[in-house]
């Protein structure tokens, strides 16, 4: 993957939790007690994939085996990396619980949001076919 489209991904989940912060407060510093319920949605490939590819046969792109999350949740997650990724810190951010698999069989509660992403995904219907999560 390009190093522009590395910055891309951090300058935008950087300014979603800076949006998030903002509306969330009325002056620096403080936050406001609100009614309001919050609900996200995440769309990408492994760099947001809370384990969603465990739960596809076809694919081998697989992380629910150690190191994965041993550094943070102590198990493997099927996160691709050993510890939190970029949604679970908008998730803390915003207040939310962190994201199960939307493809967990176990995984009913929709309404904090839900991650879709699946590791290896592209924006063409072509990449990586029948081994990733993909909507049709």
């Not at 085996?65 to 550094?71: K, S």
Request: aromatic fraction near 16%.
């Amino acid at each position: 993957m390009s190093s522009s489209a590395i910055h891309f991904r951090f300058l935008f989940v950087f300014a979603i939790l800076v949006a998030l912060a903002n509306s969330q407060t009325d002056k620096p510093n403080r936050r406001v007690q609100s009614n309001k319920k919050v609900a996200m949605f995440v769309f990408g490939d492994s760099l947001f994939d809370p384990g969603n590819n465990n739960y596809v046969p076809s694919t081998n792109a697989r992380s629910n085996f150690p190191p994965y999350g041993e550094t943070f949740f102590r198990y493997p997650t099927g996160r691709d990396c050993d510890g939190r990724i970029l949604p679970d810190f908008a998730a803390a951010c915003a207040g939310l619980p962190y994201w199960r698999a939307y493809l967990d069989p176990e995984n009913h509660n929709f309404t904090v949001g839900a991650n879709f992403a699946s590791a290896g995904a592209g924006a063409l219907i072509e990449t990586n076919s029948n081994a990733v999560f993909y909507f049709s």
